[in-house]
């Protein structure tokens, strides 16, 4: 791994994202009680994504990889691409009275989700 | 390093030309691509379980927010610093290899096993925890159709919590198994301070465990901590 900086540089670096990573953590287990209650899934997330982004970048070296870093955004993006179509589908469920993977099935019969 | 005399492997064409076979240990860069490429399975892997956690997490979303409020936050909490710190001395271990003080990265790669025995020993307080209250995998509680049956929404939460914070966990114990196998090559000197790739993968390795963390975390102990003030 080709590198110009020296020991002490990137030893700093470091102890820079280990700070980092503790006060996102701390503003994680506070959140929730403190400010913007009502978003606390989305908040978590985004805490969650820049934290990654601090791991990937300087702890996994990721900063100036291009192939590399190409396929990563490949995976997130097919990841990604997924995790759009599921939420598409989920948001205009159509089959909650059949279904088994929603909490009441009331259909003929009068089995239980719960039964499975 | 070899005990045994190099012997050039030799590939011949069809017009009986022969070649040098080149060996690729010396390849950071490859060995590098090969071991991403080996993660990114991994990232999708856990990608889907977090897709199916979500695609629940939207039809059952009261169900999931009570029972991330029953969670113990002080214990995820703890294990999460725990990681964090582990994930800084994994790095410094890398570093010290990298900048020749072999003796300084073998006791950075033995801090990391401690804060990852730490993590599981908190893990299997949190399950005991969590046994005990009656709510485990093919415990009454999360088998449906029973008097004591918790609501299929938080069937599936913990379903999901136990399975993936276990596959995390699964991670965690086969990280140690390599540091001490990482240890093992440093002694005989397969590990220098020139030829490290062995110990760079593996910091990205535990890397991405803290990464996978850093999402299973907030998703599973957070997202009901408005709700409440306790835990198991």
């Known amino acids: 791994m080709a590198t110009t900086k020296t020991y002490e540089e990137e030893r700093a670096g470091y102890y820079k994202v280990l700070v980092g990573l503790l006060v996102l953590t701390a503003v994680t287990l ?6 913007l209650e009502n978003a606390t899934f ?3 997330m985004l805490i969650g ?6 791991i990937v970048m300087y702890y996994m070296h990721m900063k100036g990889e291009k192939l590399i870093g190409a396929s990563v955004i490949f995976a997130m993006f097919l990841v990604a691409f997924f995790f759009v179509i599921v939420m598409i589908d989920v948001n205009h469920f159509q089959f909650g ?5 929603t909490s009441e099935v009331t259909s003929a019969g009068g089995s239980s989700a719960t039964d499975h | 390093m070899s005990d045994h005399p190099y012997v050039p492997e030799i590939a011949v064409d069809r017009e009986g030309n022969e070649y040098e076979v080149q060996g690729w240990q010396g390849d950071f860069f490859g060995g590098k691509f090969g071991f991403w490429l080996f993660m990114l399975t991994e990232i999708m892997m856990f990608g889907a379980m977090f897709m199916v956690l979500t695609y629940y997490f939207t039809l ?9 409020a029953s969670l113990n936050r002080t214990l995820g909490g703890f294990n999460t610093v725990v990681l964090l710190i582990s994930a800084l001395t994994m790095g410094l271990g890398l570093l010290k290899m990298r900048h020749g003080d072999v003796k300084g990265a073998k006791l950075m790669i033995w801090a990391t096993i401690l804060l990852a025995i730490v993590f599981l020993g908190v893990k299997a307080v949190e399950w005991t925890a969590e046994y005990n209250h009656g709510v485990f995998l093919g415990l009454p509680a999360l088998q449906g159709g029973l008097p004591e049956s918790k609501p299929f929404g938080e069937i599936m939460f913990f379903g999901m919590y136990f399975t993936m914070t276990g596959l ?8 140690i198994g390599l540091m001490l196998w990482l240890l093992k090559r440093i002694n005989a000197e397969k590990v220098t301070p020139e030829h490290y790739i062995l110990h760079f993968n593996l910091a990205l390795y535990w890397d991405l465990v803290h990464l996978i963390w850093v999402f299973v975390f907030p998703y599973y102990y957070m997202i009901g901590a408005g709700l409440s003030t306790g835990g198991h």
Do not use: E, L, Y
């Open chain 2, 168 to 175: 995390h966990g699964v991670h965690i114990i086969i990280g």
């Open chain 1, 97 to 101: 009275d059949v279904s088994h993977i």
């Open chain 1, 30 to 35: 506070i959140q929730p009680t403190m400010f």
């Open chain 1, 49 to 54: 994504v820049i934290k990654a982004w601090m």
């Open chain 2, 60 to 68: 059952h979303h009261d169900d999931f927010i009570n029972a991330s």
């Open chain 1, 42 to 44: 989305g908040v978590q």
